[in-house]
């Protein structure tokens, strides 16, 4: 073993069975000024972990006699649970890699590597530590290094912990051609991290499309997926592919996957499994070769006991699992969203960037955002047509008052009229509209597509509204409920 060089240097343990290898990483971080320490064990690597001088960051090779790279750092993680690591490994097994994700791998490299990769997973992996007080231009510069822009104006920000390790774990999983389950409340950016994994996998030359499982009746969304032949039905006059067979070589993102129909489920487990498929009203089948990218807003593990989810289907998908964290976890992105938001539409539209004061700041960040980063832009975008900022204030402690009336008040004792009039009125047209929705629910033996027709809205928005009022099928009809605004 060899020690660390005592400095302000940070940190470096290299931990692979190789000599030739422990004497590449020396010299390649050596070369940017790390103080390196070597190791050829998981056990000498351990020995040095039990130690008081923290290491920064540690790359673990997977093939090692004795304790392997997985048995390594799942004891490392054990000793120091907040300890960096990096896999790497002369084989790309998949299988290995999600594992190592999930047990908090930071990054991979496939061995051999160029000096080039190696910077790239180091500026990943490692900040430099940032003096107190900051430079205008410096923090502007930072605030552009937590955004990273897609397609469509659309962009990926990562400055809360819960972001930036899901950001680390993105960038393992992209490189790896297993399927992602995306887990989160509406609006809070399923969409768009799909959309990294799609730009920093392999298959990014490739199109990545998007399919919106809740916007189609089951018929409609099975020809969509698997394409039809002339004849397959009325008004199908000539071929036409689905999206599978259009997205061979990319990847396709099934959002809203849990409003699925259970037969569809159990049509696209067996795509899943042998990549095959056939079009409608075809006797042949079909190859392609694409990745599939889900995404839902329900609770899965309800669904599956409910029986609205296969639990085949879910492990299929799951292969690795990222739940987003809505806005109100992470209030401390709301400042850099509502900046970068304002820019982003002074720039679409040609109009002038407005100023903001630390009044409207503070509003938002005591407002809950239910419909997380899509309602922040929508909030900022009437406030840059209105340029009112009283009034956006006024709104957002409206809104935040009304929330704490309804989830604060009992379940079976007196209501509190401290918001005054305005927000009883919305409590009784809560109850009624509660009403209507199981009423209609019950008349249609909960189809809630025809129930939606009834109720003459859209099906997503009864979909919606059964989330807030938290309706399940098998709940007493009538029994008290509070909107699920958590």
Not at 253 to 282: C, N, T, W, Y
Not at 362 to 389: S, T
Request: aromatic content about 8%; some cysteine; overall charge positive.
């Amino acid at each position: 073993m060899q020690s660390f060089v005592t400095s302000g240097k940070q940190n470096v343990l290299v931990v692979d069975d190789e000599s030739s290898m422990l004497h590449y990483m020396r010299t390649m971080l050596e070369m940017d000024n790390y103080a390196v320490e070597t190791v050829s064990s998981g056990a000498e690597a351990l020995k040095r972990l039990e130690s008081k001088t923290p290491v920064d960051l540690m790359f673990v090779d997977m093939a090692m006699p004795g304790m392997d790279g997985l048995q390594t750092i799942q004891a490392s993680k054990q000793l120091r649970p907040d300890q960096k690591i990096v896999v790497c490994s002369c084989v790309s097994d998949t299988g290995m890699v999600v594992q190592a994700i999930k047990m908090g791998a930071l990054d991979y490299m496939t061995k051999p590597f160029y000096k080039a990769e190696l910077d790239a997973v180091l500026k990943r992996s490692l900040v430099a530590n940032v003096p107190a007080h900051r430079p205008a231009q410096t923090l502007a510069r930072e605030d552009n290094e937590h955004i990273e822009s897609l397609e469509n104006d659309l962009f990926f920000l990562a400055a809360s912990p819960a972001m930036k390790q899901i950001r680390a774990q993105i960038s393992l999983v992209a490189k790896v051609d297993v399927p992602v389950l995306l887990l989160g409340e509406s609006g809070v950016g399923k969409e768009i991290l799909a959309r990294l994994i799609h730009k920093l996998s392999p298959r990014s030359r490739n199109p990545l499309l998007k399919v919106n499982c809740a916007a189609l009746p089951a018929d409609l969304l099975e020809s969509e997926l698997f394409g039809y032949e002339p004849g397959a039905f009325t008004g199908a006059t000539r071929p036409k592919p689905g999206k599978f067979e259009l997205c061979n070589k990319g990847t396709i993102l099934l959002d809203e996957i849990g409003e699925m129909s259970p037969v569809l489920q159990a049509k696209l487990l067996h795509v899943l499994q042998d990549g095959q498929f056939s079009r409608l009203g075809s006797r042949s089948n079909i190859s392609a070769d694409f990745r599939v990218l889900a995404a839902t807003n329900i609770d899965v593990h309800e669904a599956i006991a409910n029986k609205t989810f296969r639990e085949d289907l879910y492990y299929r998908l799951n292969a690795f699992t990222v739940t987003i964290p809505p806005l109100r976890e992470r209030r401390e992105e709301i400042p850099l969203l509502f900046k970068h938001f304002m820019n982003q539409f002074a720039q679409k539209y040609a109009h002038t960037t407005m100023g903001y004061s630390e009044k409207l700041i503070n509003a938002c960040m005591q407002y809950h955002w239910p419909g997380n980063l899509r309602e922040l832009g929508n909030f900022v975008k009437r406030y840059m047509v209105l340029q009112d900022e009283n009034l956006a204030i006024t709104e957002l402690e409206s809104k935040s008052k009304s929330h704490s009336f309804i989830t604060d008040r009992s379940d079976d004792g007196p209501q509190r009229p401290e918001f005054g009039l305005k927000s009883l009125v919305r409590n009784l047209k809560d109850k009624t509209e509660l009403k209507a929705i199981e009423e209609a629910l019950i008349a249609t033996n909960w189809n809630r597509k025809l129930a939606a027709t009834r109720l003459n809205i859209s099906y997503k928005a009864l979909l919606y509204k059964m989330k807030q009022y938290q309706i399940l099928q098998s709940r007493p009809v009538g029994s008290e409920v509070r909107p699920a605004f958590r």
